[in-house]
């Protein structure tokens, strides 16, 4: 067990709908990533957030949008969903502000289906 | 920008030892290299990290040259269970201080009986 919650584990939802992830990092870790893997794709980076603010950001669609909140944890938004959002996204979390030699903690997992 | 190359798969038997090489031509001088492991349908675990010469653990060992543009990770005896996709990962520092921690196509390797 990581540490790292994220919830639903499944969400299956219909194209143009909006849908909300949710993550809480280990306890006493400030950084919280998001990723998303399909199956045809590797792990994509999205967005990083450090202790409530936005720290970095990857290919992340203007369709998604995401936040850090005063207890840490974070939510990741889709909107307008397509079918090829379907994907598993993975949160992480480390204890920092996401040095390189920072170790990252992986949750579960929640896996997004799109009809 | 600290791109890393690993081959996209291996295959291997149990009980042997298992060597998976990364490049990383463009590393910088702050970055250390991480390895990660991925069993289906779950997220990435940490294996191990290094800076330089050699690291290990009790579960494997990091291998990096003195130039540092590869690291090897070796897995000692392999099991069936080891049958997962490893990943590199060196820090992409571009954007100035923004540290975006990227992860490349990683490495499939399947332990056979």
């Known amino acids: 067990d990581s540490g790292v919650t994220q919830t639903p584990k499944h969400l299956i939802t219909a194209t143009g709908q909006r849908v909300t992830l949710r993550c809480s990092p280990r306890s006493g870790d400030l950084s919280v990533y998001w990723y998303q893997q399909s199956l045809d794709q590797g792990l994509q980076f999205l967005i990083q957030y450090y202790n409530g603010e936005e720290r970095a950001k990857g290919n992340i669609l203007e369709r998604f949008s995401a936040q850090q909140f005063p207890d840490l944890h974070s939510e990741l938004n889709l909107s307008s969903l397509e079918l090829g959002d379907s994907a598993l996204y993975f949160c992480?979390?480390?204890?920092?502000?996401?040095?390189?030699?920072?170790?990252?903690?992986f949750g579960s997992g929640t896996q997004l289906s799109v009809l | 920008l600290a791109k890393t190359t690993q081959p996209i798969s291996m295959d291997s038997y149990e009980g042997q030892e298992v060597n998976i090489t990364c490049s990383h031509n463009n590393i910088a001088t702050n970055d250390y290299i991480t390895w990660y492991q991925q069993f289906p349908s779950q997220g990435p675990r940490f294996i191990i990290q290094?800076?330089?010469t050699k690291v290990t653990n009790e579960v494997a060992s990091l291998f990096i040259p003195a130039d540092r543009k590869s690291s090897t990770l070796s897995l000692p005896r392999v099991s069936l269970s080891d049958t997962a996709v490893y990943y590199c990962l060196v820090g992409d520092l571009t954007g100035g201080a923004t540290n975006k921690l990227i992860f490349g196509t990683g490495t499939l390797l399947a332990v056979q009986p």
């Open positions: 992480a979390s480390s204890p920092r502000i996401g040095a390189t030699n920072e170790k990252l903690f």
């Open positions: 290094g800076y330089k």
